[in-house]
């Protein structure tokens, strides 16, 4: 199997945060839209993109969407990285990159949009300018609230970035 991408039917998770408490992505997907990211400290284009994962959920977490990250580090390095980076959204621990494997992730980051139906709704397989903000546009509409883009014309980022 390759790299999980949008169609691929959704492998659900459960992972310890490191708030101590564990998540579920079914329970999650059951409440809305889920947007998780996998990343690992030292990617340089996961350390470029997290800061917009951070303005995706300051403009968007709520009611009917989610938005978390999915560790491939120890709990130690990722709360020094979610320091660094001003990060306040959820971190999961990815501690045996059981995740990593079940979406076929070879790179990261890996960022996908679920819901209800099983599928992957919209996949990004590093950091692709358009893509993030189709994500954004996707939440925007199924959550009813004003389309805000994450990756701005003044933010003179790259179309993409790959891992």
Not at 74 to 79: C, K, L, V
Not at 107 to 134: C, M, Q, W
Request: glycine fraction near 10%; charge should be neutral; charged fraction near 25%.
């Amino acid at each position: 199997m390759g790299v999980r991408t949008t169609g691929d039917p959704v492998r659900d998770f459960m992972l310890q945060g490191l708030d101590g408490k564990s998540w579920s992505s079914a329970d999650a997907r059951r409440r809305g839209l889920l947007l998780f990211a996998i990343y690992k400290k030292g990617c340089g284009t996961c350390r470029f993109t997290l800061p917009f994962l951070q303005r995706f959920h300051e403009e968007y977490a709520g009611e009917g969407f989610r938005l978390w990250g999915v560790a491939q580090d120890s709990a130690e390095e990722t709360r020094e990285f979610a320091g660094q980076l001003g990060i306040t959204f959820p971190l999961l621990l990815d501690r045996d990159l059981s995740v990593t494997g079940d979406y076929g992730l070879t790179h990261v980051p890996g960022i996908y949009v679920v819901d209800k139906s099983d599928t992957i709704l919209r996949h990004a397989p590093a950091f692709v300018k358009d893509e993030l903000n189709a994500m954004a546009q996707l939440v925007a509409e199924r959550c009813g609230v004003p389309y805000v883009r994450i990756i701005r014309p003044a933010d003179d980022a790259p179309a993409m970035k790959p891992g």
